[in-house]
């Protein structure tokens, strides 16, 4: 019995070691979250990108819309609102679009696999003096449910994990 | 002198008939247009159905709950276009998807075109939002031409909009 329990711990501590490294890892490789209170956001732009104005008006409503929600922060500002100008630790948002196909919700419905709507968004998050904090592309799309301007509440959803994964009002 | 007669009676007639024609123009004069508003007005829910009317300088969208108005004069920019939208629509059209034969893809080839029109418009706070609506067709138009006759602000020119509606402009 002794020599079971024996062979048996030295046997569970490596299992406890595998399965422990992964975690450990992935928690050292997170990166800290940079302090932000607030956001503003500016409006899309799309100056290579020829994109109809509904998709960009939905494009910055739900932006705004989606950090209120889930980004983390104790304010979102629209574009130019005056009351963001004495924000201390303020992130501003730059969003351009880099790529868009409308699709066609008629196509999506008749035929689920053709007609997809996706638009594809450099967002660049810098300082109140413009230096840059992130950049990343985020891409949003509408695959079979819903209207062409889903597209835009998908990549809404994501900007704003995107901003919640990195910034917070505390910082750590 | 019967062509004397024939010229008092016609001109008796058409002293009569001007106050129908005046009576049938008043009628054609633009009222409220039942419209939805997709997004961005602040403090209606997305989709919420309603009238939108531009009166004393005023874009006023009426809902069930509550009024809101819009100031023709802090509005930067209107843009009108065109989509389409399934004729069986809502909770029917959802349930549709599950009929036999696949016949919930057959219907969804039906559809009604209508009009977007999309406004950005400024807040006391100087923050900048937008704001998009979908009605029948021919009635953006109408509204962005009263709205800019009050004071708005567009991007594209109202000669261009002289297109049939499926040539609308789309905003580069």
């Known amino acids: ?172 | 002198m019967i062509s004397r007669a024939k010229g008092i009676v016609f001109a008796t007639a058409l002293l009569l008939a001007s106050p129908l024609v005046s009576v049938s123009n008043a009628q054609q004069a633009p009222g409220p247009t039942k419209v939805v508003q997709l997004t961005g007005l602040a403090g209606v829910k997305n989709n919420t159905k309603g009238k939108l009317e531009v009166e004393s300088g005023n874009l006023h969208f009426v809902h069930s709950k509550s009024n809101l108005d819009v100031a023709a004069t802090s509005i930067q920019d209107v843009v009108t276009g065109n989509d389409s939208q399934r004729m069986i629509r809502g909770t029917l059209g959802t349930l549709t998807m599950f009929a036999p034969y696949e016949s919930g893809r057959f219907l969804s080839l039906f559809r009604s075109p209508l009009d977007t029109l999309t406004i950005q418009y400024r807040d006391a706070d100087g923050g900048l939002h937008g704001a998009i609506f979908t009605m029948p067709v021919g009635k953006a138009e109408v509204i962005k031409s009263e709205l800019i006759a009050q004071g708005a602000h567009t991007s594209i020119p109202a000669q261009t909009d002289a297109h049939p509606s499926g040539t609308k402009e789309q905003k580069p």
Request: with cysteine.
């Open chain 1, 1 to 172: 019995m002794k020599r079971i329990l024996a062979s048996a711990a030295p046997a569970s501590l490596l299992i406890l070691a595998l399965v422990a490294a992964p975690l450990a890892r992935a928690a050292q490789g997170k990166p800290a979250k940079m302090k932000a209170s607030a956001i503003q956001v500016l409006m899309i732009e799309s100056d290579e990108i020829k994109l109809p104005a509904e998709f960009q008006i939905s494009l910055y409503e739900n932006l705004i819309e989606q950090l209120q929600k889930k980004g983390g922060f104790q304010h979102v500002y629209r574009e130019g609102d005056r009351n963001s100008a004495d924000v201390p630790d303020l992130i501003i948002l730059h969003s351009t679009v880099r790529g868009f196909k409308k699709g066609s919700e008629m196509a999506r419905q008749v035929t689920t696999v053709a007609g997809a709507t996706s638009v594809s968004v450099h967002c660049e998050f810098t300082d109140k003096n413009g230096k840059p904090l992130l950049e990343r592309d985020i891409k949003g799309k509408v695959w079979f449910l819903g209207g062409n301007l889903r597209a835009t509440y998908d990549f809404a959803k994501k900007a704003a994990g995107v901003a919640h994964e990195n910034f917070s009002a505390a910082g750590t």
